[in-house]
């Protein structure tokens, strides 16, 4: 039996990042087969660490924080350690000089394309990093096929062989839920129906002011535009009439959000994956979204493609699909079967 280490630091943040840690792992250590995994998670993850399946994996504490020069010292001698025969990361964040094989999940490459207003240090650290990370890994994970030409696009067309496209998955509490919930929780809000959901941070590429213009240009003063954001970006937002923030909106709240709502929307320019559209159809919430990036890949019925501009976004919100039947893009145990066959292949390339 072969050991993987596991970096989870990022599973105790209620992020899209975090969200994959936690439901790829548990479903890899749920189908750990002749595998055996050294989960690396913070004190912050001590609940999920609990919450996981009985199965061939133990834990080692780690206090690192990740984009950190701390973690380039501290996490080689861990893992030489560590007797694992590979490492990976659910994120480009590798330590300089690990001692392992590793693999490493790619969810985009949003700094090469949108800055969001990071420091030219910042950018050259992440390019950096991330290069390296491209160049030195065994195999590499992308979330969508958009994220792979990335990719090969940036780093070149030799690297197209070691990349797997792994789309993520959709977690099984995302479904449609009962007009009982629904009341429930969109009382807990103070939201009624009609509203317009929109799920996701209000960095420069979501481009959320889009959105609110196109709101206002609908004229749907019979309907609410509900914003499930936070961060400094979204307190920045100019909010016009009928249009709320909800902030803190735990994830358990989601599925109902998403089955009482008349569409998810987002008018986003560039997503590696972009979760809350698989959520919204997995719930069956029609969706008004940009025909950017990663977003055509999730398309299905109930799915409404726009360009990205006021108009278009407007006249849809007048006329939304009326249903979307739920439709499971993925399944996590799906992803992590896929992820932990590239880990054996891996393993069988260094064994021979």
């Known amino acids: 039996m072969q050991t993987v280490t596991i970096d989870c630091r990022f599973a105790g943040g209620h992020t899209g990042l975090g969200r994959y840690t936690r439901c790829l792992v548990r479903e890899l250590v749920r189908h750990s087969g002749n595998l055996r995994y050294v989960l690396l998670a913070p004190d912050s993850a001590e609940e999920w660490l609990r919450s996981l399946p009985a199965g061939t994996w133990d834990t080692q504490r780690i206090a690192l924080p990740s984009y950190s020069l701390r973690e380039h010292v501290t996490l080689p001698p861990l893992l030489r350690r560590s007797g694992a025969a590979l490492h990976f990361s659910p994120h480009f964040t590798v330590p300089w000089r690990c001692p392992l094989p590793f693999v490493a999940t790619i969810h985009d490459l949003i700094l090469h394309r949108y800055p969001n207003r990071r420091s030219l240090l910042a950018q050259a650290a992440y390019r950096m990093l991330l290069k390296h990370t491209v160049q030195c890994a065994a195999s590499l994970i992308a979330v969508s096929k958009f994220v792979g030409d990335e990719l090969t696009s940036v780093y070149g067309e030799d690297l197209r062989l070691r990349i797997t496209v792994v789309p993520e998955g959709v977690d099984t509490e995302f479904h449609p839920r009962s007009n009982t919930e629904q009341k429930e929780i969109l009382a807990r809000h103070g939201l009624r129906r009609p509203f317009f959901l929109y799920v996701g941070n209000a960095k420069e590429h979501k481009n959320v002011p889009l959105l609110l213009t196109a709101f206002t240009q609908s004229g749907r003063t019979d309907c609410t535009l509900a914003l499930v954001t936070g961060g400094r970006e979204a307190a920045a937002l100019r909010l016009p009439p009928r249009a709320v923030l909800l902030q803190g909106v735990p994830d358990a709240d989601l599925p109902a959000l998403y089955s ?93």
């Open 260 to 352: 009482a709502a008349t569409a998810c929307v987002t008018a986003s320019l560039y997503e590696g994956f972009c979760l809350p559209v698989a959520e919204a159809l997995a719930c069956g919430c029609p969706v008004l979204a940009t025909r950017r990036a990663a977003i055509p890949e999730l398309a299905r019925d109930g799915v409404i493609l726009l360009e990205p501009d006021a108009a278009s976004f407007a006249a849809a919100m007048r006329s939304p699909p009326l249903h979307a039947a739920p439709m499971r893009t993925g399944t996590w145990e799906n992803a992590a079967v896929r992820t932990a066959s590239v880990f054996r292949s891996c393993l069988s390339i260094r064994r021979s």
